[in-house]
């Protein structure tokens, strides 16, 4: 199912006039993850993020399978530009990190992002703020009313953008958990209220 067609800098009449693809990109689709798109969605992991950081690739599956309305891509030209893994969560509560988990707990009522990321020769084209803000319009539909992510490397800036706000309490008390699976990975808990944000 196609959910969007639009973003900044990859507009379909931009690419109906221009010839030149390297400048002028071809038109962006976000949709649902499929089956084909793992070994890219791997690949693009593995150029935005240190070794110790990557996930295992069933652990990134599990959340397509269990929420695939809030796993989406971003494509162009049959190549992915981009991909994030969310899904409903009970607020404040860390779900088990690059594990396969068997469902969502019941009271979900908040939106777990996993993971964003896009490849490194797409970024600064809005290709993850288009991602976000079909991923926010979904979550509300399905009657989330928060979002909450660990944002590490340089992220929390580009979360902050959107209104999420760290809770350093939060962050203290997710450390052991995440640091037994990420030993040494600097992270923030941030959440927002997902009715102020800007879907
Ligand atoms: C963070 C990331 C997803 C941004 O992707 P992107 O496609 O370049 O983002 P966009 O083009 O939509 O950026 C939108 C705006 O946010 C800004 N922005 C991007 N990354 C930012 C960051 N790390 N901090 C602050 N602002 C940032 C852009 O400059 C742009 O600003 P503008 O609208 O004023 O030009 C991308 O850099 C990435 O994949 N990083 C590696 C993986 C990662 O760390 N993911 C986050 C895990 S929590």
Redesign the pocket.
């Known amino acids: 199912m196609i959910l969007a067609l639009h973003a900044a800098g990859f507009s379909p009449e931009d690419a109906a006039v221009r010839k030149n693809e390297a400048v002028n990109p071809p038109p962006m689709t976000i949709r649902e993850l499929t089956d084909r798109d793992w070994p890219e969605v791997d690949a693009i992991q593995r150029l ?2 240190p070794p110790a950081a990557v996930e295992n690739l069933d652990a990134l599956r599990c959340h397509a399978r269990l929420s695939p309305t809030t796993c989406l891509a971003a494509e162009a030209a049959g190549r992915l530009l ?1 991909y994030v893994l969310a899904h409903p969560w009970p607020h404040r509560q860390m779900p088990p990190l690059n594990t396969v988990y068997a469902a969502i707990p019941a009271r979900a009522d908040s939106l777990y992002l996993h ?4 490849a490194p020769a ?9 991602l976000v803000r079909v991923l926010f319009a979904e979550a509300l539909r399905l009657g989330c009313t928060s979002s909450s ?7 929390p ?3 902050a ?1 959107f209104g999420y706000g760290e809770a350093p309490a939060v962050t203290l008390q997710f450390q052991p958990a995440f640091h037994r699976i990420f030993p040494g990975l600097a992270f923030r808990y941030m959440e927002l209220e997902l009715r102020r944000a800007t879907a």
């Open positions: 935005s993020y981009g993971d964003l990321t896009t797409a970024r600064g084209r809005g290709v993850a703020t288009a992510l660990l944002a590490v490397q340089d992220a800036g580009f979360w953008r």
